[in-house]
Each structure stands twice: as C-alpha cells, then as structure tokens.
C-alpha cells in the first residue's frame, strides 16, 4: 500500500498528553481518519438512499428463501 505525508496541527496540550502516555500520533492519526472516512462513506450512502430509496420489488414476494425449495433444482430429493 501507498501512503503519503500529511502535516496537521494538534493542540499543544493534547500532544504533551499523548507523549506522556507514549501513544503514536501519527497511528492515532492514521486510525482517526480512518474512522472519519468510514463514518463519511455511511452518511453518504445513507443520503443517497434517502435521495433514490428502493422501490418495492413484487418479485421479492414470490422468492423463496435458500432452503425451502420444493422444486426439482439442484439439491432437491425429487
């Protein structure tokens, strides 16, 4: 995997804290944007569902479940 350097601004005090307690910053970093992009891409797709919600699909009705096939399919006993 690829990465790239970023450079961003951290309050004076927060980052003695995190020295004092020997944390990684740049792992908190990391883990931070990481849970910031995967909140970001949840609003996201749940503001396009919201904006092109799912139409009721009359075929739904009619499946049936895996397992509860009473045709002559593969892995019927028929």
């Known amino acids: 995997m690829a990465t790239t350097r970023t450079t961003f601004t951290l309050d004076e005090e927060l980052a003695e804290q995190a020295r004092k307690l020997e944390l990684n910053i740049s ?34 009705d009619e499946a049936q479940a895996w397992g509860e096939w009473d045709g002559d399919g593969p892995g019927s006993d028929a």
């Open 27 to 60: 792992a908190a970093a990391r883990e931070g944007v990481i849970a910031a992009v995967k909140r970001a891409l949840g609003e996201a797709d749940r503001e396009a569902y919201l904006r092109y919600p799912e139409d009721p699909d009359d075929f739904w």
